[in-house]
């Protein structure tokens, strides 16, 4: 009785590795063990259930993906990476609300999978993160979302401004009532350079800010239960930056601009 192909693909790490391999092209025996660091005689009890199931054939010493093989494992391989992004820190994901993330970024959301996971001191969880601050006035731009007004966000600004940074921000109307009331002089001049690009989201953001350069993507979620967590992923990985860089243009568009204070 032949297995499903469910089992077939992921009861044995041997057989998921040989498809994983053969994506690539077909592959001479001696090249898959090699790679796999197995045995012949371990590896052909599990080449043979991959052929009863017409996944993989083989001629002469080469094995080579069926047709079947090839459609099922390029359907496999996005959700193996998935799996693999979560499993590393699924205390992490598992306890944070990621339901603002839009589905198609989602989907792609191993993209992050070179981040960190960072836990700032209890003296410094009200600190602006130092590599966004150190590495935002030396970008060509600077993207942020916060849905809180910090004191020094103003001066964050300004360095950036006079560095002639292009800077999009985007802040919630309750968060924006209390920077533009101690800082509306400020305000002023960084919207008359020309660099300062200032938007309001009047809709719900169930996280609590992301910042994103040509140098770093930050990102701090919210607990699970909504409550505010001082913990947040910070990642200097180009695939993190563009997806980061997605994730603002994804709010950007259903922002309003503010012309004026």
């Known amino acids: ?23 690539n092209g077909a592959q ?6 090699r790679f796999l660091d197995t045995t012949r005689q371990a590896l052909l009890p599990q080449i043979k259930i991959l052929e009863e199931h017409y996944l993989v054939f083989h001629y ?23 799996i693999e992004f979560f499993d590393n820190d699924i205390d992490y994901w598992g306890t944070h609300k990621i339901d603002f993330i839009p589905p198609n970024l989602l989907q792609n959301i191993e993209k992050l999978r070179k981040y960190k996971v960072i836990d700032p001191p209890f003296t410094d969880i009200y600190k602006l993160n130092d590599e966004i601050l150190k590495t935002s006035p030396i970008s060509k731009l600077h993207y942020g979302i916060v849905t809180y007004y910090h004191p020094l966000f103003c001066q964050f600004l300004s360095n950036m401004i006079s560095n002639n940074v292009n ?21 002023e001049k960084l919207m008359k350079s020309g660099l300062f690009h200032f938007f309001v989201y009047h809709g719900n953001l169930s ?21 505010y967590d001082t913990k947040y992923i910070l ?24 012309t004026q204070i």
């Not at 001479?28 to 063990?33: D, G, K, R, S, V």
């Not at 800077?167 to 305000?187: D, K, R």
Request: include cysteine; charged fraction near 25%; aromatic fraction near 8%.
């Open 167 to 187: 800077v999009y921000m985007i802040m919630p109307q309750s968060a924006i009532h209390g920077f533009i009331t101690e800082n509306s002089v400020q305000l």
């Open 28 to 33: 001479e025996m001696e090249n898959i063990l």
């Open 235 to 258: 990642s200097d990985d180009k695939e993190a930056l563009k997806w980061g860089k997605k994730l603002f243009e994804h709010y950007l568009k259903d922002s309003a601009p503010i």
């Open 60 to 82: 002469d010493d080469t094995y080579e993906l069926t047709t079947i093989g090839k459609l099922i494992i390029d359907e496999v391989v996005p959700l193996l990476s998935i």
């Open 207 to 227: 996280f609590v800010g992301l910042a994103c350069n040509d140098h770093y993507f930050m990102m701090r979620l919210l607990k699970s239960n909504g409550e």
């Open 1 to 23: 009785m032949k297995k499903s192909l469910l089992n077939v693909l992921f009861a044995s790490d041997k057989r998921k590795e040989v498809l994983l391999l053969l994506q």
